[in-house]
């Protein structure tokens, strides 16, 4: 039997290339194998503080930099989250019956985002990955591809699907996390320590996929390096190149190998023209696929995603409603 897989990106910020390497390239693979959902997940981006008319605008253009990756809405579900309901009601149910408060403590990302400030965060930000586990389970997921940082809570996922069966026999499949190795976690152009990030608070932290492309060559140009100048990969030692060779890596197609080759005896300066000039090529192809989608469009293909992706959450929070006693 076809395979599903189920992910999703936050309509928050501006994507980055951390986002298409670590996440929908690997969506785009995928589609030939699996049947697929997508989604944008908006109510996971409502955890944060949202202005309304940009949140509007950001799941159009979530939409929209799916499609321009290459998912093809007539293979894959592409939906909007807040259309489904199915979503915050089986989260309702999770919350209560399967997550349990030291679970959700133990969170790296939820300690990240909330810094010192944890006790003025919304209950949302907490209860977020309860959110994440609705969503997978829903739709008897196999496989679950996102970037590392999501690693922890498809982990948390299955947890909560199998304390689920321990109370009430068999109804969540427990899913698989998939990452791919070598661009799961892209750093940020100006702190290699940390990951690229839609919401850093600077922008010279990511490389936007709609940005504009003199901004783009000039956030490569400004990137942070680090001491030294052969172009070597060297993780541990070098963690700055190591992620710009990983970049150049992914969009060129090349091997981090061939790069070295090529910049033997060069330094820093040419090493991110050549970058700049690729992730140029890159965007410049990437843009003209985005420029052409039209926003009415993809309001259409949102709406006739939700209709599908409804009937499948339907079918499962009936047995799930079913198993808890709340239906008759
Ligand atoms: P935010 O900063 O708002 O949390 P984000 O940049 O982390 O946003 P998400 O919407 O949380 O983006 O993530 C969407 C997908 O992209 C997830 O699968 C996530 O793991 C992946 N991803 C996010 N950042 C990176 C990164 N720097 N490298 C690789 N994958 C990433
Ligand atoms: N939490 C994820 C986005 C997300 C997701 C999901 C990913 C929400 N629901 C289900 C995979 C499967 C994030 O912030 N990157």
Known sequence: MIKT????????????VGNYFGAIKQWVEMQNDYQCLFCVVDYHAITVKQDPEVLRR??????????????????SIIFQQS??????????ILNCVSARMADLKKMTQFKDKAGEGQDNVSVGLFAYPVLMAADILLYNTDV??????????VELC????????????????????????????????????????????????????????????????KAVTDSGSEIIYDKANKPALANLLTIYSLASDRSI??????????GYGDFKKGLAETMATFLI?????????KDND???????????????????????????????
Request: glycine share 6%; hydrophobic share 35%; charged share 35%.
């Open 144 to 153: 679950v591809p996102v970037g590392d940082d999501q690693v922890q809570h």
């Open 298 to 328: 993809v309001k259409e293909i949102l709406y006739s995603g939700a209709e599908k992706a409804r009937i499948i959450a339907q079918n499962k929070i009936e047995e799930v409603r079913k198993k808890i006693g709340v239906l008759s």
């Open 58 to 75: 950001k799941i159009i253009e979530t939409a929209k930099i799916y499609l321009a990756s290459g998912i093809d809405p007539e293979r």
């Open 158 to 221: 299955r947890d909560l699907g199998k304390r689920f069966n321990n109370l009430y026999g068999e109804v969540f499949k427990i899913p698989e996390v998939k990452i791919k190795k070598e661009s799961a976690r892209i750093m940020g152009l100006d702190d290699p320590q940390k990951k690229m990030s839609k919401s850093a608070t600077s922008e010279w932290n990511y490389l936007g996929l709609t940005d504009e492309i003199e901004k783009a060559k000039k956030k490569i140009m």
């Open 83 to 92: 259309d489904v309901k199915e979503h915050t009601e089986l989260a309702w």
């Open 257 to 266: 190998k061939d790069l070295e080759k090529e910049f033997i005896g060069k």
């Open 285 to 293: 192809s990437f843009q003209e696929k985005y420029s052409k989608i």
């Open 5 to 16: 897989i189920f992910s999703g990106v936050q309509p928050s910020g501006n994507l980055h």
